[in-house]
């Protein structure tokens, strides 16, 4: 399974990114979710969402800035994100979920995709 995601970048504080997330059939009963690990960080949960849809997760730092989505039939994960601030610096991952709820745990997801770098300068 490989998972392809796209969308980071350079941009300035208060700036949006849109990242995407191509999951592949594998996805289409699954939770999916997006982690990040910033330099000298360990890897930390940014949000998840329900193989349904109807169920979001998101980490406190990123609460009313960023939004899970997905569309099952592109079979492609997003997460919108807005005003980002030099914190929000790091590679970007997304993840198909073990089962098709949410979870901020690792451990609970069996694919992962490849990085997407976001930089966000003051």
């Known amino acids: 399974v490989q998972l392809q995601a796209s969308g980071g970048g350079l941009v300035q504080t208060g700036d949006s990114l849109r990242l995407s997330c191509a999951a592949g059939?594998?996805?289409?009963?699954?939770?999916l979710g997006w982690f990040r690990r910033a330099p000298g960080k360990g890897r930390e949960f940014v949000a998840s969402?329900?193989?349904?849809?109807?169920?979001?997760s998101y980490a406190d730092s990123v609460k009313g800035r960023f939004t899970i989505s997905r569309d099952y039939a592109k079979n492609t994960l997003y997460l919108q994100m807005n005003n980002l601030k030099p914190e929000d610096t790091a590679v970007y991952y997304c993840?198909?979920?073990?089962?098709?709820?949410?979870?901020?745990?690792?451990?609970?997801?069996?694919?992962w995709g490849q990085g997407t770098q976001v930089t966000v300068s003051s």
């Open positions: 993840a198909v979920a073990r089962s098709s709820t949410t979870s901020s745990l690792p451990d609970a997801y069996r694919y």
């Open positions: 059939r594998t996805s289409s009963n699954n939770g």
């Open positions: 969402i329900s193989w349904r849809g109807d169920r979001t």
